[in-house]
């Protein structure tokens, strides 16, 4: 099994930042993939930035030249966040895909922290 345990959320003024984080911990051998989604209210779960373990990217076209995704080698994954508009407002969520012991890969997700922008 593994926990994913965000971090970071808050309250800020539109053009502030904020930079969130997410842990992997549990049993696993490896983690693949970690991604960003967020949720605005009354709006489908959307997928804002990826980052694998070879260090590949892609962004959200929302949010290109404003989020920035890493990851650093403790399957922590980081979403920095500048230049925040109100329409960023929504809980986001992490997600990863661990590799286990047996070699079966599974997704997880983590519990999600709010954001919210304020005009």
């Known amino acids: 099994q593994v926990q994913l345990v965000e971090s970071g959320g808050g309250l800020v003024q539109a053009g502030g930042s904020l930079r969130l984080s997410c842990a992997a911990s549990g049993r696993f051998s490896s983690i693949s993939v970690m991604r960003w989604y967020r949720q605005a209210p009354q709006k489908q779960r959307e997928l804002v930035a990826v980052i694998t373990s070879s260090g590949s990217i892609n962004y959200a076209d929302s949010v290109k030249g404003r989020f920035t995704i890493s990851r650093d080698n403790k399957n922590t994954a980081y979403l920095q966040m500048d230049s925040l508009k109100p329409e960023d407002t929504a809980v986001y969520y992490c997600?990863?895909?661990?590799?286990?012991?047996?070699?079966?890969?599974?997704?997880?997700w983590g519990q999600g922290t709010q954001v919210t922008v304020s005009s």
């Open positions: 997600n990863a895909d661990a590799r286990s012991y047996d070699y079966t890969s599974d997704s997880y």
